[in-house]
T-cell receptor
Framework: GAVVSQHPSWVICKSGTSVKIECRSL??????MFWYRQFPKQSLMLMAT?????????EQGVEKDKFLINHASLTLSTLTVTSAHPEDSSFYIC??????????????FGPGTRLTVL | QQPVQSPQAVILREGEDAVINCSSS?????VHWYRQKHGEAPVFLMI?????EQKGHEKISASFNEKKQQSSLYLTASQLSYSGTYFC??????????????FGQGTILTVHP
């Protein structure tokens, strides 16, 4: 299956600092990547859709100025959490879509990044 | 609109079967099933696109009803490795754009020896 990597796997930072998370598709090209956030014992919540070469589309309630997304190439999307606060502590997971039916595709997830803001 | 999964949790002994359901109030474009182990990312199991579709293999299979509002995941002769949280991700179903998945709240499956 398609492989998606994330870096770093975990990060601890001080309140007010910015953190960048990278998501890479290793053996395929992904025009669309997705960023999710998952709090403990909860479901995955879609934050934004990252499209290569264009601006990301954010879900309702997600601050685009706080969660900066850049999809600079067909294999790399980055999420930057700016001025992080303790309430931003969460498990951030990216996925990359492999189109299988022309419109709908399989999403392969990265291993996730656990962010802890002190 | 978040799909509803049931049951919330299920406990099995090795070799027993389980069914996990995923329901939407509106017709869906597709349903994706994932399994997530603690502290890890979700792992793709399968995608269903057509009403009335059934796919998978002998041990893990899934169905999508004709109205495309309900999907079920079937786990047969469960193994210890099946333990984890199962999520359905739905596409379409009113208010959700194609390509985006809305995940159910998850079903925690625990298999004991």
């Amino acid at each position: 299956g398609a492989v998606v990597s994330q870096h770093p796997s975990w990060v601890i930072c001080k309140s007010g600092t910015s953190v960048k998370i990278e998501c890479r598709s290793l053996d395929f090209q992904a025009t669309t990547m997705f960023w999710y956030r998952q709090f403990p014992k909860q479901s995955l919540m879609l934050m934004a859709t990252s499209n290569e070469g264009s601006k990301a589309t954010y879900e309702q309630g997600v601050e685009k100025d706080k969660f900066l997304i850049n999809h600079a190439s067909l294999t790399l999307s980055t999420l930057t959490v700016t001025s992080a606060h303790p309430e931003d502590s969460s498990f951030y997971i990216c996925s990359a879509e492999v189109l299988t039916s022309g419109v709908s595709g399989e999403q392969f997830f990265g291993p996730g990044t656990r962010l802890t803001v002190l | 609109q978040q799909p509803v999964q049931s049951p919330q949790a299920v406990i099995l002994r090795e070799g027993e079967d389980a069914v996990i359901n995923c329901s939407s109030s509106k017709a869906l474009y597709s349903v994706h099933w994932y399994r997530q182990k603690h502290g890890e990312a979700p792992v793709f199991l399968m995608i269903l696109l057509k009403g009335g579709e059934q796919k998978g293999h002998e041990k893990i299979s899934a169905s999508f009803n004709e109205k495309k509002q309900q999907s079920s995941l079937y786990l047969t002769a469960s193994q210890l490795s099946y333990s984890g949280t199962y999520f359905c991700g739905t596409e379409g179903g009113g208010g959700t754009s194609y390509g985006k998945l809305t995940f159910g709240q998850g079903t925690i499956l625990t298999v004991h020896p």
